[in-house]
């Protein structure tokens, strides 16, 4: 029997395709540094350790928001479920005010500024940035989170993207 030949190169064509094929939750991440607040949607966010909390991300080169991302000290990181899928567009969408009088924001105590009728959100210090290929993965320690008795959703559909299009998740996908 013969072992598969493997490809050592994918191309990036090939790359996107095979996660594209990989769902993933969904989140908007925010900073400010001084300049004015920015934010960007997220589906490369992960949970990495409990003790401490710590979460990772990516932020792409070609987002107008990372070099305040990558700058900021702290970021508020939200948890959006399917009925904020506005809001995840919006996060994702170039040239627009993502902190408008038409969108519902303000600001921590600590000054971040923050989406408060996200499903979820906490707020962390950055810990690490980590260049892979021109993008740059985000190390965070969790520091405050929403309040579990401000987050009366608690069953909200998770928001999944998937294949460029945003799914609901709910318990008819459940297998178990």
């Given at each position: 029997?013969?072992?598969?030949?493997v490809?050592?190169?994918i191309?990036?064509?090939?790359?996107?395709?095979?996660?594209?094929h990989?769902?993933?939750?969904?989140?908007?991440?925010t900073?400010?540094?001084?300049n004015g607040p920015?934010a960007m949607?997220?589906?490369s966010?992960?949970?990495?350790g409990?003790n401490?909390p710590?979460?990772?991300?990516?932020?792409?080169?070609?987002?107008?928001?990372?070099q305040?991302?990558c700058?900021?000290?702290t970021?508020?990181?939200?948890l959006?479920?399917?009925?904020?899928?506005e809001?995840a567009?919006?996060?994702?969408?170039?040239?627009?005010?993502?902190?408008?009088d038409?969108?519902?924001?303000a600001?921590?105590r600590?000054?971040?500024?923050?989406?408060?009728?996200a499903?979820s959100?906490?707020?962390?210090r950055?810990?690490?940035?980590?260049?892979?290929?021109?993008?740059?993965l985000?190390v965070?320690?969790?520091?405050?989170?929403k309040?579990?008795?401000?987050?009366?959703?608690?069953?909200?559909?998770?928001?999944?993207?998937?294949?460029?299009?945003?799914?609901a998740?709910?318990e008819?996908?459940?297998?178990s």
């Amino acid at each position: 029997m013969h072992a598969p030949v493997v490809n050592q190169e994918i191309s990036a064509e090939d790359f996107k395709f095979a996660f594209r094929h990989h769902p993933a939750g969904v989140g908007i991440i925010t900073a400010d540094v001084g300049n004015g607040p920015v934010a960007m949607t997220v589906s490369s966010l992960a949970s990495v350790g409990i003790n401490p909390p710590s979460l990772v991300f990516s932020a792409s080169p070609m987002s107008s928001s990372t070099q305040t991302i990558c700058a900021a000290e702290t970021v508020v990181v939200h948890l959006l479920a399917s009925d904020q899928v506005e809001l995840a567009k919006l996060g994702a969408t170039s040239g627009v005010n993502r902190f408008g009088d038409d969108v519902e924001w303000a600001r921590l105590r600590t000054g971040e500024p923050y989406y408060p009728n996200a499903n979820s959100w906490l707020r962390g210090r950055v810990v690490n940035r980590i260049d892979v290929s021109g993008s740059t993965l985000i190390v965070v320690e969790a520091i405050e989170a929403k309040p579990r008795d401000e987050n009366e959703r608690s069953d909200a559909a998770p928001l999944v993207y998937h294949n460029r299009k945003w799914f609901a998740l709910g318990e008819h996908a459940a297998l178990s």
